[in-house]
């Protein structure tokens, strides 16, 4: 079984988005105007639209194009893909204040440390990764989906028990640790 941190948009499936009035395409001057996107800038969505109905009472479904780049991360350091802890790991070894270091594992031992005691710290690792190496998405969670190229979102037109009401079959492959209700 493969553990790598990135399918396809294909993979990803349906996902929804709640609020106050149907939405064909993502408006980028609104994207955070609620809040700040603690799972980073992006427009927010969810696998299955009941997790977000308190969001608002009107649910819009997209899905990404197949060839569309999803990157399966966690909000828990912990419960993360090794191939992406590893790729972050390499991320930091590569910032100039750890090159610059006398002592740069060390360093990087401090770094990946904090990163797995400190969940914020830990997703906005995860953020700045999928912004340099160009995802279209982040999976942090069924509820927590992060679109980073909303101008790849294609509109479904469906009713609200169409679509995929549990994460498809590779997600809960690469995510074995989410479990609906847990």
């Known amino acids: 079984t493969s553990t790598s941190p990135e399918v396809s948009g294909d993979a990803l499936g349906v996902v929804y988005h709640a609020g106050q009035e ?4 993502v408006n980028p001057d609104r994207l955070q105007e609620n809040d700040p996107g603690y799972y980073g800038k992006g427009f927010y969505v969810a696998a299955d639209p009941d997790l977000i109905e308190t969001y ?9 194009p197949d060839d569309a780049r999803v990157l399966m991360a966690d909000y828990k350091f912990d419960k993360a893909a090794p191939e992406l802890v590893d790729a972050i790991e ?9 090159q610059e270091s006398q002592e740069p594992e060390a360093e990087v031992a401090e770094e ?3 990163l797995a005691d400190n969940q914020i710290e830990w997703v906005h690792r995860v953020d700045e990764y999928a912004e340099a190496h160009d995802f279209d998405a982040v999976w942090y969670s069924p509820y927590e989906i992060v679109i980073k190229h909303h101008e790849k979102l294609i509109p479904v037109t469906s009713t609200r028990s169409a679509g ?14 989410f479990v609906r209700g847990a």
């Open 90 to 98: 390499s991320m930091i070894r590569q910032l100039p204040g750890i």
């Open 56 to 64: 608002g009472p009107v649910i819009s479904a997209f899905k990404l």
């Open 112 to 114: 990946m440390k904090m």
């Open 164 to 177: 995929i009401l549990e994460p498809p079959p590779v997600m809960m492959e690469q995510c074995g640790a």
């Open 22 to 25: 149907r939405i064909e395409k």
